[in-house]
Nanobody, 120 residues
Framework: VQLQASGGGLVQAGGYLRVSCTAS????????MGWYRQAPGKQRELVAT???????NYADSVKGRFTISRDNAKYMVFLQMNSLKAEDTAVYYC???????????????WGQGTHFTVSS
């Protein structure tokens, strides 16, 4: 199983950006998916998660600005980020909890990270 993230770059403060992540490989079922981020010198932190049924959870710092969604048929998760701030600058990592076959316990898989900078 692999997760491939795309998107990123340089964005001005107040702007918007959409990142996506695609899971591929031996996939039987995908449970929750989401995004974490790690800013320079800081620990990795949760940004948003979404269950297979579409229930979402957000970090307080991004509520009202970021929206997570997913396409179950395409094994994809998206993060729409609006009203970006300098403090959103980080490497963003997608993850997915995936079961590779019926009866197999799901495991967490991580993408390689995608970086963007918000310039003020």
């Amino acid at each position: 199983v692999q997760l491939q993230a795309s998107g990123g770059g340089l964005v001005q403060a107040g702007g918007y950006l959409r990142v996506s992540c695609t899971a591929s490989g031996s996939i039987f079922s995908i449970f929750d998916m989401g995004w974490y981020r790690q800013a320079p010198g800081k620990q990795r932190e949760l940004v948003a998660t979404i269950t297979s049924g579409g229930s979402t959870n957000y970090a307080d710092s991004v509520k009202g600005r970021f929206t997570i969604s997913r396409d179950n048929a395409k094994y994809m998760v998206f993060l729409q980020m609006n009203s970006l701030k300098a403090e959103d600058t980080a490497v963003y990592y997608c993850y997915a909890r995936i079961s590779k076959a019926m009866g197999f316990n799901p495991k967490h898989y991580w993408g390689q990270g995608t970086h963007f900078t918000v310039s003020s």
